[in-house]
């Protein structure tokens, strides 16, 4: 199990450094070996996981002393997420490399060697970070992808880009300064880095990890008041803005906070309600700012930060007592990757076709692109939490939990309220869009738009079935 979860984990390293090496024609087909050798990886260290009785193994790598630096921790959550970082990355590598070519409408441009290395180092810090059982293993990971979100999002180079890439830097930065007093809080007061030395800490010091970690997580996943830099960081390429807006770089925020959650045990009351406090304004506040969003991209960065408030919600209320908010929680971070990842590459289906991703220019895609109009109507399906997709059933066990625990909390119940409020208003608006952008004759730049690239095309496939059944995937592996 050890040397599986060391392979997951370098691979893409190792990956990034041919790729960068190697001829540029060559570049996009040797990340994609490398991602997918990475993904096999991570599906048999899942199975290896489960052959041995799926029991959790804590795994040292690293230590001075008796002081573990680095390790990994296997279990259901770690080998759950990890798949969807891995998996998904080796689904944008494919997708990339029919996006990034001469045809793209939009932004005409070949795909360069460093693109693809850049990827492949996120796909493999975005491991370590899943895997690491440590608060130092995680706080390296989590700059490392600060980074790499640097590298990405100024790909294009223009001073928009650049300028929205240090912002994203500056912005996930201060957050980290949280991971860093956590993690030299939980060193003085247990001589440990190790997560699971959380369960000891008392009084101040629990608050101040807790805090720390909490405030970092609000950082990576653009939660107020951090959350500035997600719709600037739209200026990426597409398929960078699926994986590390969707998919990976905003899910480390939740998913540090998860594992604090997991380790730590009892969390004080005072971080609950911290959390479920600034995840309804962030609720709120997202909702109301995609409302006057016209371009695709910056209607799903809102989005994101409003779905990403929901987790946050969905964790807080765990930590008040509700084992099924928090096992809701680990779901949705799994289906909203899917959902939301088909979301932004049918942004980028459109876009490449019609040069244009801006929503009143769009009408009539499902008669020139029918794969891009059903993937929008999925999409939007999913994300709102409509039966049988997998967004209702990330978001029907935390309601459950939420109205349950407001019997003993009555301070639960108006959030609740407002948050199926906020649900049903999302789904209105995303219903909208899909009667002004997908039925009708279409519109002249849609009356145009180029075929699809067979590479995208599988890409949008794989990501509709997955948003209809990731959620049966999560819940038969948590159990």
Not at 78 to 97: H, P
Not at 228 to 235: G, I, N, Y
Not at 354 to 374: D, S, W
């Amino acid at each position: 199990m050890e040397t599986l979860a060391l392979t997951t984990l370098l691979l893409p390293f190792i990956g990034a450094l041919v790729v960068s090496l190697c001829p540029r024609n060559t570049a996009p087909r040797m990340a994609v070996i490398f991602a997918l050798l990475s993904t096999l990886a991570t599906v048999l260290l899942a199975w290896r996981f489960y052959q041995a009785g799926s029991e959790t193994a804590d795994l040292p790598l690293l230590a001075v002393g008796q002081v573990v630096l680095f390790g990994l921790l296997v279990d259901r959550i770690s080998t759950l997420i990890l798949f969807v970082v891995v998996f998904l990355g080796l689904l944008v590598a494919v997708y990339s490399t029919g996006y990034l070519t001469r045809g793209n409408r939009e932004h005409p441009h070949d795909g360069s060697n460093r693109y693809y290395a850049f990827l492949l180092v996120f796909i493999g810090a975005m491991s370590g970070l899943v895997l690491s059982s440590t608060l130092l293993g995680q706080l390296l990971f989590f700059e490392i992808t600060g980074g790499c979100s640097w590298a990405l999002i100024s790909y294009y180079q223009s001073e928009k880009s650049q300028r929205a890439a240090m912002k994203a830097l500056l912005i996930t930065h201060v957050g980290s300064l949280g991971l860093y007093l956590a993690a030299a809080t939980l060193f003085l007061n247990t001589h440990t880095f190790s997560l699971s030395a959380i369960s000891q800490l008392q009084g101040p010091a629990a608050y101040l990890v807790y805090g720390g970690i909490l405030f970092a997580a609000w950082g990576k996943s653009a939660q107020l008041p951090l959350q500035a830099w997600l719709p600037d960081a739209m200026e990426a390429p597409t398929p960078v803005s699926a994986y590390l807006h969707a998919a990976s770089m905003v899910k480390v925020g939740v998913y540090i906070f998860a594992r604090a959650i997991a380790e730590g045990g009892q969390v004080p009351h005072l971080i609950s309600w911290i959390g479920v406090g600034m995840a309804t304004l962030t609720l709120v506040y997202g909702f109301l700012m995609y409302l006057p969003q016209k371009d695709m991209k910056r209607l799903l960065a809102w989005s994101t930060i409003s779905q990403l408030a929901w987790i946050f919600l969905a964790l807080s209320i765990s930590t008040l007592g509700s084992p099924l908010a928090f096992k809701a929680g680990i779901v949705y971070i799994f289906n909203h990757a899917f959902a939301k990842s088909l979301f932004f590459l049918v942004a980028g289906a459109v876009s490449y076709s019609c040069g244009t991703r801006l929503m009143p220019r769009l009408r009539g895609v499902m008669r020139t692109l029918p794969l891009a109009g059903i993937g929008f109507c999925i999409a939007a399906l999913a994300i709102t939490g409509v039966p049988p997709f997998n967004g209702f059933f990330s978001k029907f066990p935390l309601f459950a939990a939420g109205f349950s625990l407001s019997s003993d909390y009555p301070l639960l119940l108006p959030v609740m309220i407002l948050a199926l409020v906020e649900s049903v208003a999302s789904f209105g608006w995303f219903i909208y869009w899909f009667g002004r952008v997908v039925p009708g004759e279409p519109s002249e730049e849609v009356a145009q738009a180029a075929p699809l690239p067979y590479a995208m095309k599988l890409v949008l496939v794989i990501l509709m079935v997955m948003s209809l059944c990731s959620s049966v995937i999560a819940a038969a592996w948590l159990g």
